[in-house]
């Protein structure tokens, strides 16, 4: 059987699109929702062939607050040490970064919504971006970003916010930006995130977000068929 483990932040930031996915391809999916009572992780990554975590609000480098965020990150050096595939997804991403002792911080400016990002010459060779363009646009929401962490690739960068995605010992894979949402989930964030949405780009913003990620969902049907179908083959290789 092939088993998933899937870290899930906060109960509104689900795995979204992989939820559909995986299963599909034969995948169980163990999803532990860090946010309600009771929820825990387990001690190894022994009886799963894959780990996913997923974004949510809090930073990566908040472990004071949120101790789990520890856990987090032994889960997935022990990923990596059994050759465990682990994929990232925003704050996940920063977390594979933080746990493979690479800085995680503000970044200079703070992504919301609808942005092309541009694979390196290292990311058109990787086998998560086979087949996709060398530009295309991404779902970003977050206000902080990662350094690589010595002896990973860098496979996307951005104009506003350089690192994208980086792969590490053809194992770990770190995404700054979102692949997984839906519009439903994008509308649901910008009423749940309303306030941080409109301090950021007015009182429009999360009309004007909805509108915008209902044409890109459209656009990117292709896109979205073939990044789905490298992700199921990375993380059964």
Known sequence: MLRAL?????????????????????????IRVMDQPGATLPETMANYKALIV??????????????????????IRDAISRRVPVLGICLGGQLIARALE???KPSAVKEIGWYKVRLTEAGK????????????????????TFDLPKGAILLAEGDTCTNQAFVYRDCAWALQFHLEVTPAMVAHWA???REELEDFAGPEASARLKEDTVRQWERDRDLRARFL???CRVLDS
């Open 6 to 30: 899937i870290v899930q932040h906060v109960a509104c930031e689900g795995p979204g699109l992989l939820a559909e996915v995986l299963p599909s391809e034969g995948w169980e999916l163990d």
């Open 102 to 104: 690479a800085a995680v």
């Open 125 to 144: 060779k990787t086998p998560l971006f086979q087949n996709l363009p060398e530009e295309f646009w991404v779902f970003q929401w977050h206000g902080d």
């Open 191 to 193: 009423e749940i995130y």
């Open 54 to 75: 997923l974004g949510g609000p809090m930073g990566a480098y908040e472990e004071e607050a949120y101790p789990y965020l520890y856990k987090v990150q032994e889960l």
């Open 229 to 231: 179908a490298n992700l």
